[in-house]
């Protein structure tokens, strides 16, 4: 008679509660031993502050403890990344700023605490991939147990009695074992059989990932740099420290990392839709540019756009912003000129509505011959409609004008405090006045000229040149970090979706010379799979050696094939 069980079996004796062999290794995970506290000593408390740190529980809370280390970094300023903003949260909560500085908040990634975070858990992790790793290998290679003496006791099992020899039973059992892709070798009067490796080789290749990824963001955040430059037409940039119009980099970043090449920006070329919902989105939005790679590397023309950057070495120059450069000609009272040069002016909106400063330093003087600074309040719009002085009603230069108010005095940049080239300080200049008394101000045209009050000079607007924004960065191990998190993602899959688990066949003689034969399944954690994976094979090997009939008796039932069943289902 055929009887066959799943789940939990009846009370066992406690020599019966331990499965042996058959159930261990399903798993590399280190065994917990609770300590001795009474006996501890100093080797004792070092060796349970070793298992607590390389337990998974402490490298998740490490972990979590990483994520939640992170937030302030990406809520309050950073030294490293906005100094400005720093000084302007002082100035504006100086007690809170205080507070702020105690816990290393204005520099959270450098901080003490963020880092013994950090280095705990490398050590958590480390500590507990390596000798899971050993016991991984140890498993490969090795064998599958033998069966458990008694089967019974196992989440899935299942018997028959079959006329076909033990041998040819197990045979069969080990042909379709392999068959079906388990590890299966035959082990005295049964078959042991294993799947599922790859379970494991996908936890370790998770917490392996997990540190690559850790190690890369490390070392891109030590030696990462990041510089932006704006560069009108015409003119050039060199990878140096001193051309960069903001620069920030890693701790461990120095000058000589830098990539020596430099380039020219010879054209920008943007081009917008003209027409319907869209209009005034980029359609093209490029700069061409000449680079040479070294002091005496050879010239190469090559085409920069947004997301497609120029990469040169370790260095990457993206297209970041575009804006545009009217070009100004300042001449004194005797009609010297005094400046000449395009002045770039910083975009408002979309359609490029754009305002800045024009600032004439030195060489001025007034129609007394008394030395002045000249400052120039400038707003422009590339396309201007009548009647509408506000904002420009399209990005492109379709009706370039330029809005000026002229100011005379001193401008301020003698007194060595920093100051925007974008912003004019006003507060030492005085406005020239037109002849209704009023601030001086006017709108010119490509080629018109301003007359400032008596005789003082002129201002000539003589085009527009269009610039760009270039940013270079260097991101070290960021190609290690993006095979880190994928190696992760996959690994986690893996480890979630396969189970592990076992199977063993036994076939031995029964005590009327009838091949009884004996399967079970064993899986890793509770799951569907194994009963199902193990009615399944039973099937087919119920096929390969079919059941004898059994002795007619009036307490038992012949079932015709196996079937694995719930355990209050089967017979006790």
Same mark, same amino acid.
Request: aromatic share 10%; net charge negative; charged share 20%.
């Given at each position: ?15 019966? $509660? ?5 159930? !261990? ?23 349970? &502050? ?14 979590? @403890?990483? !994520? ?15 100094? +400005?903003?720093?000084? %302007? &949260? ?29 280095? @705990? @858990? ?29 089967? +019974?006791?196992?989440?899935?099992? *299942? *018997? ?45 290749? &998770? ?7 850790? +190690? ?36 461990? &970043? ?37 680079? !040479? ?41 005797? #009609? ?9 002016? @910083? ?91 009023? $601030? ?16 003082? =000079? ?5 085009? +527009? ?13 960021? =190609?290690?970090?993006?095979? =880190?998190?994928?190696?992760? /993602?996959? #690994? ?5 979706? /396969? ?12 005590? %009327? #010379? ?46 015709? %094939?196996? $079937? ?9």
């Amino acid at each position: 008679m055929s009887k066959t069980t799943t789940g939990a079996p009846a009370e066992a004796t406690p020599d019966e $509660q331990d499965l042996g062999a058959a159930g !261990s290794q399903l798993s590399t995970a280190p065994k917990e031993e609770l300590p001795n506290l009474p006996s501890l000593g100093v080797i004792g408390w070092a060796r349970w &502050f070793w298992r607590q740190l390389t337990s998974m529980r402490v490298a998740l809370l490490l972990l979590l @403890l990483l !994520s939640l280390g992170a937030i302030p970094g990406s809520l309050i300023p950073q030294s490293g990344t906005d100094e +400005t903003k720093v000084a %302007d &949260f002082r100035d504006a909560h100086p007690l809170l700023g205080d507070v702020y500085d105690k816990l290393g908040l204005f520099h959270v990634y450098s901080s003490v605490w963020f880092s013994a975070i950090y280095i @705990l @858990l490398f050590v958590s992790l480390i500590g507990c991939i390596v000798p899971r790793t050993w016991q991984f290998v140890g498993q490969l290679r090795g064998r599958p147990p033998g069966a458990p003496r008694r089967m +019974t006791r196992l989440p899935a099992h *299942t *018997t028959w009695r079959t006329e076909a020899e033990p041998e040819q039973v197990r045979e069969a059992a080990l042909a379709l074992l392999k068959k079906r892709r388990f590890r299966a070798h035959l082990a005295g009067d049964s078959v042991a059989a294993e799947k599922g490796y790859v379970r494991e080789l996908g936890n370790l290749a &998770f917490h392996i990932a997990l540190i690559v990824l850790l +190690t890369a963001f490390a070392w891109g955040q030590l030696f990462k740099m990041e510089g932006n430059k704006l560069v009108v037409e015409g003119d050039g940039f060199s990878n140096t420290i001193t051309q960069y119009d903001d620069f920030k980099s890693g701790n461990l &970043f120095s000058q000589d990392d830098l990539d020596p090449f430099s380039f020219t920006l010879d054209d920008f070329t943007g081009t917008y839709e003209t027409n319907g919902p869209n209009k005034g989105t980029p359609r093209t939005y490029q700069a061409t540019v000449d680079y !040479s790679i070294g002091a005496y590397g050879k010239d190469e023309k090559t085409t920069v756009k947004v997301n497609e950057p120029l990469q040169i070495g370790d260095s990457k120059v993206y297209l970041t912003a575009h804006g545009y450069a009217p070009v100004i000609t300042v001449r004194d009272a005797k #009609g010297n000129v005094v400046y000449n040069q395009a002045v770039p002016l @910083l975009p408002l909106d979309s359609n490029v509505t754009s305002s800045g400063a024009i600032k004439v330093m030195d060489g001025y003087r007034n129609a007394q011959g008394v030395k002045e600074q000249l400052g120039f309040q400038a707003f422009f719009l590339p396309t201007y409609v009548p009647g509408n002085e506000v904002a420009s009603q399209f990005p492109a230069l379709t009706n370039p004008v330029l809005n000026l108010e002229a100011y005379h005095g001193d401008l301020g940049v003698d007194a060595g405090i920093p100051q925007s080239v974008y912003q004019l300080d006003k507060s030492h200049l005085k406005g020239f006045k037109d002849a209704k008394g009023q $601030q001086l101000r006017e709108n010119l045209k490509p080629g018109e000229t301003m007359k400032l009050p008596n005789g003082a =000079g002129t201002v000539t607007y003589e085009g +527009t040149k269009e610039w760009a924004n270039f940013q270079i960065t260097r991101q070290p191990g960021s =190609g290690w970090a993006l095979g =880190g998190a994928v190696t992760a /993602i996959f #690994g986690l899959a893996v480890s979630l979706f /396969i189970q592990r688990r076992r199977v063993w066949v036994r076939a031995v003689k029964g005590a %009327d #010379g009838v091949t009884v034969v004996e399967m079970a399944g064993l899986g890793r954690s509770e799951s569907a799979k194994v009963p199902d994976e193990l009615g399944d094979l039973a099937g087919i090997l119920y096929d390969q050696a079919p059941g004898a009939p059994e002795p007619e008796s009036p307490d038992d039932t012949a079932i015709p %094939d196996p $079937q694995v069943v719930p355990a209050e289902g089967a017979e006790k």
